[in-house]
């Protein structure tokens, strides 16, 4: 356990060490940071809008079952 731990530590300690990110830094000096959370911000709405609609289509589809059999 304690050996565990130990690599936890120092795995988390030399992650603190790590130099900045040199392609944030490009995009957001460059303005493409916008594009990239404009398109991120796209994706998730799709998904979200498409887990939205299957959740409906499959609550009609389990109340059209219980309906039929109750």
């Known amino acids: 356990m ?3 731990l130990l690599i936890f530590f120092s795995a ?3 992650a603190q060490n790590s130099e900045p990110v040199e392609m ?3 995009f ?3 303005g493409k940071i916008y594009l990239v959370i404009a ?3 796209i994706v998730f709405g799709g998904m979200a809008l498409y ?3 299957m959740d409906r289509k499959i609550t009609r589809i389990e109340k059209k079952i ?3 059999y109750v």
């Open 2 to 4: 304690a050996f565990i």
């Open 12 to 14: 988390t300690l030399s």
């Open 24 to 26: 944030a830094d490009l």
């Open 28 to 30: 957001y000096r460059e």
């Open 39 to 41: 398109i991120v911000s």
């Open 51 to 53: 887990l939205f609609l």
């Open 66 to 68: 219980n309906d039929k």
